[in-house]
């Protein structure tokens, strides 16, 4: 079966701008969380989403958000781009929620902020 | 919050069992251990995860110790395909966090 799909896979932006990243999960799955990847913070949560709910979001600024459609894709947006949002973004999916349950990371949005 | 210590890096012969070690001394009874690795330039992939007892599927073990401060991931015969980065993470049950440890990066010699 296909695995979580982010698109795009690589971004240019510039600073003040807003950004769009997509997650398509694995069918079935109804859990979609995001991660932001830094070589200096290394994995951090963002948030998770379960039936169009934020259920945990993590230490981020407003200006991180988030949402979950009827059909469990994902999207995250960043408004207001900063330089250090430069990232590797990664959405996962799973069947349920919490830690009951594994997570299938998609291969990621890399996101430059110039 | 609960935070969990790994080494940064380790080292393996092929063919021998590795084991890699986290600790997580403020684990609360509603936190899952779970373990994932990510080779470079790729998202990270489920290895195995377990909250209480200890856990085997295909590709890994996961011994836990008795108080639950700290676990090992072992694998049974490391390949060269096994070289990445483990990551150790706590999942709350009651959905309320999740906390990454630092990672370790395991070489594998050949």
């Known amino acids: 079966k296909a695995g979580v799909t982010q698109t795009p896979r690589y971004l240019i932006k510039t600073r003040g701008q807003q950004v769009t990243l997509s997650c398509s999960p694995i069918s079935g799955h109804r859990s979609v969380s995001w991660y932001q990847q830094t070589p200096g913070q290394g994995l951090q949560f963002l948030f998770e989403y379960f039936s169009e709910t934020q259920r945990n979001k993590g230490n981020f600024p407003g200006r991180f958000s988030g949402r979950q459609f009827s059909n469990s894709r994902s999207e995250m947006n960043v408004s207001t781009l900063e330089l250090g949002d430069s990232a590797l973004y990664l959405c996962?999916?799973?069947?349920?929620?919490?830690?009951?349950?594994?997570?299938?990371f998609g291969q990621g949005t890399r996101l430059t902020v110039v | 919050d609960a935070k969990t210590t790994q080494p940064n890096s380790m080292e393996s012969n092929e063919e021998e069992p590795v084991h890699l070690p986290c600790n997580h001394s403020?684990?609360?009874?509603?936190?899952?251990i779970h373990w994932y690795r990510q080779l470079p330039s790729q998202g990270p992939e489920y290895v195995i995860h377990?909250?209480?007892s200890n856990v085997n599927n295909r590709m890994a073990s996961l011994a836990i110790a008795e108080d639950r401060k700290s676990s090992t991931l072992i694998l049974h015969r490391a390949t060269l395909r096994d070289a990445a980065v483990y990551y150790c993470i706590l999942r709350d049950g009651s959905y309320d966090k999740v906390i990454f440890g630092p990672g370790t990066s395991l070489s594998v010699i050949p």
């Open positions: 403020t684990i609360s009874g509603t936190d899952y």
């Open positions: 996962a999916s799973s069947l349920g929620y919490g830690g009951e349950t594994e997570a299938f």
């Open positions: 377990g909250l209480t």
